[in-house]
């Protein structure tokens, strides 16, 4: 495990055994942000844990939304992770501020946007889930997808209590399932397999409940050409700032890759890519 410092809020389980099921019964989606990386020797198990949970529903009401984000910092210590990119050490970062601690560390899982633990261990990775995995005052819903030149055209509806001043969006381009041989570093030689493993990035604003909105995924000509395991949209809507998850949708995208547009949006504000 490479220690950049111990980081984020370690909440009270206090009423974790409590269920969060929606009104109508459905569960809770509950956003699971891995931070890993290739080059790190401690991160494989926490790989396999987030591949046990995602998409599971826990008995106390949360249904898993997993994604992994790997991290840049480590592509100079002797393996250079072909999914890394500075957005999510950046995005990492921005959490460790956000809690008040400078420094982070791989294998780490941020829950809901506040709270987080060890990225391998199971007891607590759950416990966070149960913490935080309150219902969310938006309900997030894809409207459409299609390809738009070298980006991916999503538009969305949030509708709920929207916070004053709008709120952050993020739309990621998730593989459902990658595999890399590592030659070199902490570990060299072996296959190491991952789940929801985030490709691209769009940004955007909510600013009204219902509103039917646009943001825009890059998608490169070279991510375009790679054969794919499956692939999924995960938006996440959260308050400005990084801050807490108010808003969270996963959706498989078919294999044409389309689903006919919604006919009037606002278009998103910003975009990322990382």
């Known amino acids: 495990m490479m220690k950049l410092g111990l980081v984020l809020l370690v909440g009270s389980c206090a009423g974790a055994q409590m269920t969060a099921h929606k009104a109508d019964g459905t569960p809770t989606p ?50 250079k992770d072909p999914f890394s990119s500075q957005f999510f050490s950046d995005r990492q970062n921005t959490y460790g501020e956000n809690s008040g601690v400078d420094e982070i560390y791989t294998p780490q899982v941020v829950v809901n946007g506040v709270q987080g633990v060890l990225g391998s261990d199971s007891d607590a990775v759950q416990k966070a889930i149960q913490t935080q995995g309150k219902p969310l005052p938006l309900a997030v ?3 459409s997808y299609a390809p738009n030149g070298m980006s991916l055209s999503v538009v969305f509806s949030a509708s709920g209590e929207v916070p004053k ?24 030689g072996r296959t190491l ?10 940004k955007g604003m909510v600013l009204r409940d219902g509103e039917q909105t646009l943001v825009k995924i890059p998608v490169s000509q070279a991510l375009r050409a790679q054969p794919e395991s499956g692939r999924r949209l995960v938006l996440v809507v959260q308050q400005r700032g990084q801050g807490r998850v108010i808003g969270l949708a996963s959706e498989e995208i078919s294999a044409e890759f389309s689903r ?6 606002r278009s998103a504000s910003t975009l990322e890519r990382p």
């Open 165 to 188: 001043g709008g709120a952050e969006v993020l739309a990621m381009l998730v593989d459902d399932h990658d595999s890399t041989q590592v030659q070199r570093g902490e570990n060299a």
């Open 193 to 202: 397999a991952h789940v929801s493993v985030v490709r691209s990035v769009g």
């Open 141 to 143: 819903k894809v409207l």
């Open 260 to 265: 006919s547009a919604a006919p009037s949006v």
């Open 30 to 79: 509950v956003l699971v942000e891995l931070f890993t990386s290739e080059g790190c020797s401690s991160c494989p198990p926490a790989d396999a844990l987030l591949a046990k949970l995602d998409g599971t529903v826990l008995a106390s009401g949360q249904q898993v939304i997993a994604v992994e984000e790997h991290v840049a910092y480590w592509d100079q210590l002797g393996w």
